[in-house]
């Protein structure tokens, strides 16, 4: 579909934006072991917002890949993944602090690096939401798109430092008009030592209309049960 927008967002880079209904973002990772954290909220209703337990618990999953809804603390879909090549997107190991990044990369600050320094995906975060009259009260855990967190017989969560490859792609549509806030910042559960630098290429275009025969909205009746939630706010809204 013809590209409507794009942007490239650099490594410690934030972006927050709002996205009517019907649009397909594309999340493209410009080389290997990259993680891009997304918060998203209701446009008209910014208490409503993702919320990973229900998005987990309903679709009986420990991870999210296409077919999967990305459901608000409503019961609504806000998205849903339509594309994956990458195919496991992590959306339980939240996002980097300052006090995490300073001790794994080494201390830097903005005063002595200038836009250099090392960004933090919480700082991100609250930097992005006070732009909408938000704070930190309204953070919750992210989607980290293209990171892997498995775990073992024990129940150990561990970080798969493997699974983005250079060019992978996942791409969500908007369900409702949205605000998402993206933080191009590590994985908290990164065992590297050095900050990652890769470069992810968004690119929003138009989406096709969505039916109850969609490959998402049938993926699971927990999921079509969010999608039916998800059209009659609409239908009131008039959208």
Request: proline share 5%.
């Amino acid at each position: 579909m013809e590209t409507i927008w794009s942007k490239t967002l650099m490594p410690g880079d934030r972006w927050s934006g709002s996205i009517g209904k019907g649009k397909i973002i594309r999340f493209t990772a410009m080389g290997d072991g990259a993680n891009l954290a997304m918060l998203m909220y209701n446009f008209y209703n910014l208490s409503e917002h993702y919320n990973a337990p229900d998005t987990m618990k309903a679709q009986h999953t420990f991870f999210l890949t296409k077919g999967h809804a990305i459901i608000s603390d409503m019961g609504r879909a806000l998205a849903s993944i339509v594309d994956d090549t990458c195919g496991w997107h992590d959306s339980i190991t939240g996002y980097t602090t300052r006090e995490q990044t300073d001790a794994k990369y080494g201390k830097t600050t903005y005063q002595e690096q200038g836009n250099s320094y090392l960004k933090s995906g919480q700082q991100n975060f609250i930097n992005e939401l006070t732009k909408n009259g938000m704070s930190k009260r309204d953070l919750m855990p992210p989607v980290n798109f293209f990171s892997k967190i498995d775990a073992d017989e024990k129940g150990n969560m561990i970080f798969c430092p493997d699974n983005c490859k250079k060019e992978m792609t996942v791409a969500i549509r908007t369900e409702m008009d949205v605000y998402i806030v993206l933080s191009n910042t590590p994985n908290p559960m990164d065992p590297s030592t050095t900050y990652p630098s890769v470069p992810i290429q968004i690119d929003i275009s138009n989406a096709n209309p969505v039916d109850s025969t969609d490959f998402c909205v049938c993926s699971s009746k927990y999921t079509r049960r969010a999608f039916e939630n998800t059209w009659e706010y609409n239908l009131l809204l008039g959208k």
